[in-house]
């Protein structure tokens, strides 16, 4: 079997993994559509581009595991205050667009993190610029802006050893 047909292979199977799992449906419709879906992304997006770090299988689910409660913890922290703002009769909000600038050198931490950002209230990524920039809409600058770059720097963290992420001239 070619690299690039098993890294295709490993992606489907760890996608279909992850679509059952966030479903939690496991009927033969869900398998098939899942398994659809996971084929889909795989062809569009390509072979992923890294592989398992140091700490192996066992490491990156730990990994995952952590950042996927720093995300929920995110997700809570900007629903209340989102919540908040929008129960007040004159809600202080100050709308604008952040810049949010990446650390890694990697398409699939920038696609993370732009969901990480995207998932949470009050935020949503607009744009991805060439140079992997972060363009964030948010519902207040001011405190978005102050926390975004210490936010990003915690999701490539959090993401480092789940992705291990290797270039192509590390890998040869």
């Not at 140091?54 to 689910?61: H, I, L, N, S």
């Not at 991805?128 to 978005?144: F, K, N």
């Amino acid at each position: 079997m070619s690299p690039k047909l098993l890294g295709h292979v490993r992606a489907v199977a760890m996608l279909w993994a992850l679509y059952l799992g966030v479903s939690g449906h496991f009927g033969l419709a869900n398998l098939v559509a899942g398994l659809f879906v996971s084929v889909a992304i795989s062809a569009l997006v390509g072979p992923p581009e890294w592989r398992l770090g140091a700490g192996g299988v066992v490491g990156a689910v730990r990994a995952g595991w952590v950042y996927a409660c720093t995300l929920l913890i995110d997700i809570a922290k900007c629903g209340y205050d989102v919540t908040l703002r929008t129960l007040q009769r004159d809600p202080n909000i100050a709308p604008g667009i952040i810049a949010v600038r990446p650390h890694a050198n990697s398409a699939a931490v920038t696609a993370i993190s732009a969901h990480g950002i995207t998932v949470t209230p009050g935020e949503m990524v607009v744009a991805i610029g060439e140079d992997g920039t972060l363009y964030a809409h948010c519902l207040d600058v001011t405190t978005s802006g102050a926390s975004a770059q210490g936010g990003q720097e915690t999701r490539e963290a959090r993401l480092a050893p789940v992705l291990s992420v290797v270039t192509e001239t590390q890998a040869d």
